[in-house]
């Protein structure tokens, strides 16, 4: 919270104006930008990245003129970037973003200790219906955290197919089988019943663990899901203080993991 945190210093083209909490970031173009004495230069006098907390609300303000330009949702996307009003105001156009969502499994915990256990919740996750229902068409299943298409990303290594039958053997083989009887998988007297932790208001993410959660079900397994304010959920993911979380990451131009 120091006051230079709202008046950040940069070398690019443009420069903060003026930032309104949860409103408006106001920038215009720098005077002094480095890139003038090479023939460039912002080529906008003054652009405003205004705060929509609301998908739907951002939508709408789109639809009555007072944004030029959103990013839509794969929801979106699919409905309201359907309409014939909106598809006549503007242009919509799909990209693949070098960044993918995840679970992590926190291997200090005796659940998720054993690489089996591992692959078998990835096996238990049906992510083509994830990528069709879901994000509606509009991602990709990956084999490894590289962006497809590129040098590092391995194209021969296919991702891990939905098989919950296949998954429950790995189970089976690491010692969590249901001994009591009672439709819980249990290992040295510990049920398998777990965690998972998420963002609050994280739509599509709630709609994946919720999916999850009653694939695991079935396989013996009981994870529930809590939903933290993001602050608070990085501090417990920073002292490691879960059993899985739902995050996900955003890669760079040089792709260094």
């Not at 200090?108 to 879901?134: C, G, S």
Request: aromatic share 12%; net charge negative.
């Amino acid at each position: 919270n120091h006051p230079n945190n709202r008046a950040p210093i940069g070398s690019g083209p443009y420069k903060l104006e003026k930032w309104d909490t949860n409103q408006q970031l106001v920038f215009v173009r720098n005077p002094d930008y480095w890139g003038k004495a090479l023939g460039r230069e912002g080529h906008i006098d003054k652009f405003i990245w205004r705060i929509v907390l609301e998908d739907g609300a951002a939508t709408q303000l789109a639809l009555r003129g007072e944004l030029d330009s959103l990013p839509l949702l794969p929801k979106q996307w699919d409905v309201e970037g359907k309409l014939p009003e909106f598809e006549q105001q503007f242009n919509k156009f799909s990209y693949d973003t070098p960044s993918f969502n995840y679970i992590g499994w926190n291997q200090k915990t005796p659940f998720f200790a054993d690489k089996r256990v591992r692959k078998a919740m990835t096996m238990f996750l049906d992510r083509e219906t994830i990528r069709q229902k879901i994000y509606h068409g509009l991602a990709e299943n990956l084999s490894g955290c590289f962006m497809p298409g590129t040098a590092e990303y391995d194209e021969s290594l296919a991702p891990l197919a939905f098989d919950p039958a296949a998954a429950a053997k790995l189970l089976d083989e690491a010692g969590w089988i249901d001994h009591n009887g009672d439709g819980i998988r249990d290992k040295d007297g510990k049920d398998f019943a777990f965690e998972v932790m998420l963002p609050t208001k994280a739509e599509e993410w709630q709609q994946i663990a919720t999916l999850l959660q009653e694939e695991l079900k079935r396989a013996g397994i009981n994870m529930t899901l809590r939903e933290l304010e993001w602050a608070n959920m990085l501090d417990k993911v920073d002292k490691r203080s879960f059993d899985a979380v739902m995050l996900a990451w955003s890669m760079t131009p040089d792709p260094d993991m």
